[in-house]
């Protein structure tokens, strides 16, 4: 069974330019998250959908970040424009549905260098 | 204000000794613990779990001990295994997931 894709796997930009992430959950999964992980830190979640509704998007910085999972399978996330504190490894993750202590899988990740 | 915590940022173990990860939390409300481990370039992969209402969870070599009244929880590896050497993050759930900052474990030969 295939894991989380995630692409692209790196991105260097410049400030104040858009990016865009993709992802693709395990197939049959519900439930989607976003995550961001700064150096040193462990991750954090940005947004949690449950087939296409953004059921917790509280710690999504939606002045410059913006999500989507259109017909409940794969999401994209943006942010625009990028900013220096950006830079961060930005993980999706997913599983069969939100269950509190249940288990996520997570992609790769995406590592964003924003110069 | 860091909800969950792992003051160890780093620990090196003699392969086949035993690795003791430690994790605290300040919210008495969180319902789940978890440990993830991560290696370079790779997503954090599911360990195990506990439920608050239970103080042990064994799992082949991985056993987690929770002690609600100090608010800690622990991860032990016996015996530990080079292939262990990763790091290690101890979560809590609630509505989302709080992971800690994360243990880098070295286990050497």
């Known amino acids: 069974e295939a894991g989380v894709v995630q692409s692209p796997r790196y991105k260097i930009i410049e400030k104040k330019q858009p990016v865009a992430f993709w992802c693709n959950p395990i197939?049959?999964?519900?439930?989607l998250y976003w995550y961001r992980q700064n150096l040193g830190q462990g991750p954090e979640l940005l947004i949690r959908?449950?087939?296409?509704?953004?059921?917790?998007d509280s710690q999504l910085p939606k002045d410059r970040f913006s999500a989507e999972r259109l017909k409940g399978v794969d999401s994209t996330l943006k942010i625009q424009p990028a900013e220096l504190g950006d830079s961060a490894v930005y993980l999706c993750?997913?599983?069969?549905?939100?269950?509190?202590?249940?288990?996520?899988?997570f992609g790769p990740g995406t590592r964003l260098t924003v110069t | 204000d860091q909800q969950v915590k792992q003051n160890s940022p780093s620990l090196s173990v003699q392969e086949g000794r035993i690795s003791i990860l430690n994790c605290d939390y300040t919210?008495?409300?969180?319902?789940?613990f978890l440990w993830y481990k991560k290696y370079p370039a790779e997503g954090p992969t599911f360990l195990i779990s506990i439920s608050s209402i239970k103080d042990k969870n064994e799992d082949g070599r991985f056993t987690v001990f929770l002690n609600k009244s100090a608010k800690h929880l622990s991860l032990h590896i016996v015996p530990s295994q080079p292939g262990d050497s990763a790091v290690y993050f101890c979560?809590?759930?609630?509505?989302?997931?709080?992971f800690g900052t994360g243990t880098r474990l070295q286990v050497f030969p």
């Open positions: 919210n008495s409300m969180f319902d789940y």
């Open positions: 979560a809590a759930s609630g509505v989302r997931l709080i």
């Open positions: 197939s049959g999964h519900n439930t």
């Open positions: 959908y449950e087939n296409e509704e953004a059921v917790d």
């Open positions: 993750a997913s599983s069969l549905d939100f269950i509190q202590g249940g288990e996520q899988y």
